[in-house]
């Protein structure tokens, strides 16, 4: 139990980190060389962000000045898409197309890349380490440990799509993880073997993805990119326990193709990396924003 107790404290630590007087802007210009960035994380050691590239390979840190310096480049890493830090085991974690990027927090360097599945996409991690990964293309969701071995979690044919199923994961604290369905926009409650819908007034369509926020309010990202979405962030509230769940708020993003989002000392902020240009146009380009909800 006093174990249990210090990962919680830890946890919660890595989550808030210290907030300075100075805070940060509402909208962060940021600049990369084509980052095309789709994953966003906060880093409590830096304070500042952390985002992924799927054009480089990369994971860079960005600070208020929107700057993009890189931490991590592996060119094995293909692909990498939800990141998270786990900052009490001094890890980056990065869902890329073959499976999970395990990386040294203060470093970079590489520990692990452990491959499963048939294109992970995000991830979320427990108190103890384990990480939950997504792979849309599937119908299962597959658990890491500390140690870098994948065994599936769960799996359901309702987590598959016809080309883009589940996406965006977050871990709750009670022991069970939520889950969005990118195309039909449906919410699920998730535990070992078990998936259960979660009751919602209107679908999410263009689900992406998900972050708890300190006072247990679920930010889900939507967007338009490879679905017929909205650009916009709908902040839901649990009842029973995630049973179901309410709206109470819902916001248009002014900037295209909003991803996934961080939560920080200075509140939620979402990542748009032209994915839309760049998937939609093939269009390149090295401008990316980091807005607050």
Do not use: C
């Not at 898409?81 to 009490?88: E, S």
């Not at 890349?113 to 293309?137: E, Q, R, S």
């Not at 930010?219 to 990119?225: E, K, Q």
């Not at 708020?249 to 002014?254: A, D, E, G, S």
Request: aromatic share 8%; proline share 6%.
């Amino acid at each position: 139990m006093k174990r249990l107790l210090l990962l919680v404290l830890a946890g919660l630590l890595a989550i808030t980190g210290t907030a300075s007087a100075t805070g940060l802007p509402r909208v962060i210009n940021g600049s990369g060389d084509t980052l095309h960035p789709e994953g966003v994380a906060w880093d409590p050691t830096r304070q500042a962000f952390l985002v992924s590239s799927i054009v480089r390979s990369t994971i860079s840190v960005v600070g208020r000045d929107g700057k993009a310096r890189t931490l991590v480049s592996d060119p094995a890493l293909t692909q990498p898409l939800g990141v998270h830090v786990d900052a009490p085991r001094n890890r980056i974690l990065t869902a890329y197309s073959q499976g999970l990027g395990i990386f040294e927090l203060s470093t970079g360097r590489t520990l692990h890349l452990v491959k499963f599945g048939k294109a992970p996409n995000d991830l979320a991690i427990d108190w103890f380490g384990n990480a939950y990964v997504t792979d849309p293309p599937g119908d299962t969701i597959y658990k890491v440990d500390v140690n870098g071995t994948a065994t599936p979690f769960v799996t359901d044919k309702r987590l598959a799509g016809v080309a883009y199923g589940m996406n965006g994961v977050v871990w709750h604290p009670a022991g069970f993880l939520l889950v969005v369905h990118y195309e039909n926009g449906k919410l699920f409650k998730v535990t070992r073997n078990t998936v259960a819908e979660v009751s919602i007034a209107k679908p999410l369509v263009g689900g992406d993805g998900l972050a708890f926020e300190r006072d247990g309010s679920l930010v889900v990202v939507t967007n338009r990119i490879g679905a017929p979405g909205e650009d916009a962030v709908t902040v839901l509230r649990s009842r029973g326990l995630w049973s179901s769940a309410v709206v109470t708020r819902h916001t248009p993003t002014p900037i295209t193709a909003p991803t996934t989002a961080a939560v920080t000392p200075y509140g939620t902020y979402v990542v748009h990396g032209r994915l839309d240009w760049l998937f939609n146009e093939q269009k390149l380009s090295d401008e990316f924003f980091l807005s607050r909800i």
